[in-house]
């Protein structure tokens, strides 16, 4: 018999509205392979057993009543980034080690009304600040192809848990990269959708224009699932934008013959692993053999990307964590003995390193005399590299590239170097700059270790994303490889 | 040397909506603390801003009614510094590109000419929550009740040039917002409030004297009292061979001056941003020319009315129109006396104006209605009653809730118009004085007051005043 942890997302629900298995069979699957593979991973902060199969029961309820969604009784994983009301929300911080929020965040509120089980929550970078979930105050998260490499970061604990098989989709956020670089680092698939299509609500925020909630899969169709669920506008977060939500699943199948796919010339130009550049035109080439036209493309702004994030999401970091002061809720230190030493202890001690230089290079670009300089700056250099995506969206349908400059690194290789650490998003920020919706899919394997490839939309081009993603995997299996210990 | 005074003013005003600038939380006054703060107004994680629609609506009103550049996009930013009644650590305000720029605003100075001044701009933000330092030992206790209340802060030109000027100015924008109905001008309450910056310079200088910003002046006493104690000070520096320093000052209403709360230097670097949270405010054309058409008859275009129409004066047209409820009960009145309008204004501005504040009540709470102070005001007219006797009728009214004529009738104080009546007694008069009538008719021309007293004392003033005048005349005359 096929293991229940080797079925997709929409193998599952199909199983479920069948009545093949239940929901509580299902929830108890994963929460078991959690409580048994989960310490060598560390990709759970916390777990909601008994939430969950409560959740789960009441699922069985309206599975057997015949009034269930498509999702009702699927268990998944939430990004510890999303508040849940009732279960500690840490963000991979100190500071909010002893946080348990009062409401559901949107995404969350959503997922559940559509009758998802949530099992628990998932490491992360501290604050979505990172790009290989070393910055987590609950430790590293272990890759499941190699315990000794990264998952990448920040949702790398989501990656880690749906890579293992310990949950079938978990929920993401992608300031930088943070749903795609770990995805091309798990052999998953990670949507990160365009700015604003899914609401910010309760979603602790890192950058705040360049924040937005997405998916990680095992395929497309289950991305395009999940993301339906997840997605609309939403009249608490006044960025989400009211635009009608597609019927991802209904366009999954459209022959992409005709399609005009762009070749991200500056991708290919710097600093790309040969053999990993290989791997991705190799995936090109199946794309060509569709019948797509391959076009190559410059964006002339966008070597500009990652100076111009580590402008724009600092800036936007210090002022967000400022409210973690100690006062109202979250870390406070012991007997302070006025005010300046209740801020200065509660926060240093509820902060991270990196965390700390992030605000300190946000207070810093903010400053009086340093404004004009870096952050009026980035903003203009932002519009350029949006410009630069608008005019090749005129000429192509959707535009191609690597995902990750190399595939998942040792731990401990690049923490003391911030900047090295930082290129790892070379590929992946001018999407988050522009708005734009981008994904990262499965396309090889570099040494035993996964490589993505990454799909770039124009704005709210979830649905033809999701379609290229699809096509390309009912003619691929990388996405259906399992890491040997994990099968 | 001779000092000129240069200040210009901060205006807070409390927007009157129903619920926050970007929460739903309620904005009355008064509550538990911290009942009216939701998890927006605590800056709980994870929580977003939605701007207030009725606050942009009220800002665009008071845009429009002081002549000023409605903006079609403005930015809301972040103000950002630590203080624990300040939960996100930033303030959401408008920095660059406020939704409302360059109006204007007369005022009425004391040598009766009139004075504009400008208007800078005036922004949408959000105030702070309170914190309480007195009632907790070694502790200090947070309310947020008020954060996130919404505020336009309305910033003047440094155009006034006495405290006087500026006390006009800030009552000339207190009436325009409660006109506007955008405030209920509460300022015990703290809902309209002020900052003003002061500075010194010598009589003819171009170049303006270093400021000082006086915090949080809540009431029309203090703006004046601080500000002189302000000058003074600044003065007796300079000529004492000192330089005002650029500092932020608090007036203490009990001492009567002005101390240094922080200098420039301790100033905070506020780290102004545009706020990612909040979209540009974008405002199309036909928005703003909708709020146009639901504004009332301004207080200049009704004191205009007033001049123009009957006749008044510029400063009584400016008492009239200082609410818009004062101009509704006078307009009442006139309503029913036509041609009348310069006594009636001398009666809701004299007599009535003198009982409201000898009563501390609002006109709307007036205890002589418009339509009893017609009544009352028709017998005069009428000449049913002389004026003097009228104040007499007035303060009955006014004790006893009663309408004119039900007193006139109840203390006969109806005055007497009968010739025949008012000849009986200049005769009885005239008999019982001869020789102050045979020196009148010598020649003591002054002697007329005497007899039109004597005439006065003997009807207990009902006599109508211009008849015995006339009848006195012919009599005395022989």
Redesign the interface.
Known sequence: MTELHHLTLAQLAAGLQKRQFSSVELTRHFLDRIERLNPALNAMITVSGEQALAAAAAADKKLGAGNAGALTGMPIVHKDIFCTDGVRTTCGSRMLSNFVAPYDATVVAKLSQAGVIALGKTNMDEFAMGSSNETSFYGPVKNPWDLTKVPGGSSGGSAAAVAARLAPAATGTDTGGSIRQPAALTSLTGIKPTYGRVSRYGMIAFASSLDQAGTLTYTAQDAALLLHAMAGFDPRDSTSVDVPVADYSATLEQPLAGIKIGLLKEFFERGLDEANAKLVRDALKIYESLGAKLIDVSLPNLPLSVPTYYVVAPAECSSNLSRFDGVRFGHRCENPVDLMDLYKRSRGEGFGAEVKRRIMTGTYVLSAGYYDAYYLRAQKVRRLITDDFARAFAGVDVLMGPTSPTPAFDIGAKVDDPVTMYLNDIYTIGANLAGLPAMSIPCGFLGGLPVGLQIIGPHFAEAKLLNVAHVFQRETDWHERIPEAYR | MSWETVIGLEIHAQLATKTKIFSSAPTAYGAAPNAQAN?VD??????????NQEAVRMAVKFGLACGATVSQRSIFA?K?Y?Y?DL????QISQYEKPIVEKGTMDILLDDGSVKRVGITRAHLEEDAGKSLHEEFEGL?G?DLNRAGTPLLEIVSEPDMRSAKEAVSYMKKIHTLVRYLEICDGNMQEGSFRCDANVSVRPAGQEKFGTRCEIKNLNSFRYIEKAINYEVARQIEIIEGGGKIRQETRLFDPDKGETRALRSKEEAN?Y???PD????PVVLDASFIESVRSTLPELPDEKAARYMQKFGLSAYDAGVLTASREMGDYYESVIAKLPGNEKLAANWVMGELSAALNKDAIEVTQSRIDATRLAGLLARIVDATISGKIAKEVFEKMWAEGLDADAVIEATGGKQITDAGAIEKVIDEVMAANPKQLADYRSGKDKLFGFFVGQVMKVTAGKANPAQVNDLLKKKLAG
Do not use: H, W
């Open positions: 998890l605590l800056a709980y994680p994870g929580v977003l801003p939605v701007l972040r950002n630590f624990p939960p996100k650590g930033y200090t947070i670097d780290r102004y941003f990612p949270d909040l979209l």
